[in-house]
């Protein structure tokens, strides 16, 4: 299953304060196991296993800030007020006890709905009160709610330094809110967050990143997580050229983004095929070229099939991993998320490291309904 050599996958690397043994991070899996919004015990044990099976970075589930609308599900978890921090306190001491290294994924939903649960939470808000084009739902926010969104997020960066993280990442992809004032089809704004260009609509979550970068110092990196698709719909490409996607994440690395998290369905695909061929850089390959920030790639590492066939009950058998190491001996990204492979099983990287394949597992839908 895997004839490369892994050298590639479990090199250090290095970003600004933070430092890993490996290429592994564990991807942020929204995992609603938080009563409340407050992490217990079993969340901290479970980030904990990850650490003990020697993943390099662990990303957690996305977490909502201090908006009224920021989540969609009464068990995702806050990321503000007393008793969720003193959760997530509890959180990063754990992992760093088993000699891991972690950061939060800070999270506004905008104004899609889970498609787990009926829950409504009030607030719902989003850049022009749409979910989609031509498809209503929330309000628009004012200036106001924007200013203190932005304001939000860099109190939640803090709160993630404060307690000890050693990273922040800012969910900005998959059709929630950051990626809502991206796309055109539900930014229709007339003020500066708005406009025709996506290097104008990129205006909010310059101003996010800008405000984090103020609340963390220089030397605490910051992660920001993007896509082309949205849960929406996943035909929507924001940039359809290698010069309109600078337009997007070169602004963005001026702002202050360290390394870009750029997801897509399956992380061996090419972005731009019609520009460097089918075996062509991919969407973190692309970003690393246009903007010199480190880059994290995802998509379906070591499964045989996607994170959309799981969400509708399909299983998927064990992957070999020579695509991978052949593109990270290129050094196309520097870092590879790996999902439902580490959901499933928290020693996963310690197999692939000691070539153990025959006891890599495969993925049930079932495994979403309990933390390994």
């Given amino acids: 299953m895997i004839s490369s050599s892994l050298d590639a996958l479990f090199r250090p690397f290095r ?59 009464p068990n995702v978890p806050f990321f503000h007020g007393e008793a ?14 088993a000699g891991g290294r972690m950061g939060p994924q800070i999270w506004h939903v905008g104004a899609v709905k889970s498609f787990q649960t009926e829950w409504e939470q009030g607030g719902i808000e989003s ?12 309000e628009a926010m004012s200036e106001e ?12 960066a803090a709160d993630a330094r404060r307690l000890g993280f ?58 920001l997580r993007l896509s082309q698709w949205k849960q929406q719909d996943y035909a929507v490409r924001l940039a359809d050229t290698p010069d309109a996607m600078a337009d997007w994440l070169v ?23 019609e520009v460097d061929g089918e075996d062509g850089l991919n969407f973190a390959g692309w970003a690393k070229t246009l903007t010199g920030a480190g880059t994290i790639s995802v ?34 990204f520097d870092l590879i998320a790996v999902g439902r492979a580490l959901l499933n099983d928290p020693r996963w990287a310690l197999k692939i490291r000691a070539g153990d394949t025959d006891g890599l597992k495969a993925f049930s839908a079932g495994a979403f309904a309990e933390l390994v």
């Avoid at 996305?62 to 908006?67: K, L, N, P, Q, Y």
């Avoid at 996607?306 to 190491?325: N, Q, V, W």
């Fill in 251 to 273: 602004p963005l690395a001026e702002a202050g983004v360290d390394a870009f998290h750029c997801s897509q369905r399956r992380f061996w695909e090419a972005e731009f095929p």
């Fill in 166 to 223: 050693d990273v922040v990442e800012i969910h900005g992809a998959h059709g929630y809110l950051l990626d809502q004032f991206f796309w055109s089809g539900t930014n229709a704004r007339g003020d500066r967050y708005g406009g025709a260009t996506l290097k104008q609509r990129s205006r909010f979550a310059a101003e996010v990143v800008k405000a984090i970068r103020g609340a963390v110092g220089p030397d605490f990196p910051i992660i």
């Fill in 15 to 73: 970003l600004k304060s933070l430092t890993l043994k490996n290429r592994i991070v564990m991807a942020p899996m929204t995992r609603s196991f938080s009563p409340g919004g407050v992490p217990g015990a079993d969340v901290a044990a479970y980030y904990r296993r990850r650490a003990e099976g020697e993943v390099g970075l662990i990303l957690s589930e996305g977490t909502a800030i201090d908006r009224p609308g920021a989540r969609n599900d």
């Fill in 84 to 97: 969720a921090l003193a959760g997530w306190q509890r959180v990063i001491q754990e992992v760093h006890a």
């Fill in 299 to 332: 998509g379906s590492v070591g499964l045989s099939g996607d994170f959309f066939g799981s969400f509708g009950g399909e299983g998927s058998e064990p992957a070999g991993l020579d695509a991978l190491l052949r593109r990270l001996e290129r050094d196309e």
């Fill in 145 to 156: 709610a924007v200013a203190d969104t932005i304001a939000a997020y860099g109190r939640a």
């Fill in 127 to 138: 850049p022009s009160g749409l979910v989609a084009p031509g498809a209503p739902r929330g």
